[in-house]
């Protein structure tokens, strides 16, 4: 069974950067797209950013130009660069995969922007 660990979150002021992470094991890792969503209280998930089996990335218009979504394939990472947070980018961020006709979570991880 794939599986999926973040981490990385906490607190964080307005402005500021966080960098999370996401361990994948079970997986031909190289040979799957990854993805971040998040989910803020009282709000569906959405997703924030993919990456392809070959570096090509896409964001949400919501976080274009201040996150950056990278992988080590020699390493089964994921990476969700976060900077210039906002209030509203409170959430828990999810690392997803769909591998052979499943989605595949993590538990998630808790980013709080706060002052």
């Known amino acids: 069974q794939v599986q999926l660990v973040e981490s990385g979150g906490g607190l964080v002021q307005p402005g500021g950067s966080v960098r999370l992470s996401c361990a994948a094991s079970?997986?031909?890792?190289?040979?799957?797209?990854m993805r971040w969503y998040r989910q803020a209280p009282g709000k569906e998930r959405e997703l924030v950013a993919h990456?392809?089996?070959?570096?090509?990335?896409r964001y949400a218009d919501s976080v274009k130009g201040r996150f950056t979504i990278s992988r080590d394939n020699a390493k089964n990472m994921v990476y969700l660069q976060m900077d210039s947070l906002k209030f509203e980018d409170t959430a828990v961020y999810y690392c997803?995969?769909?591998?052979?006709?499943?989605?595949?979570w993590g538990k998630g991880t808790l980013v709080t922007v706060s002052s």
């Open positions: 990456i392809t089996t070959t570096g090509g990335t």
């Open positions: 997803n995969a769909f591998v052979n006709w499943v989605d595949y």
């Open positions: 079970r997986l031909t890792f190289s040979s799957y797209v």
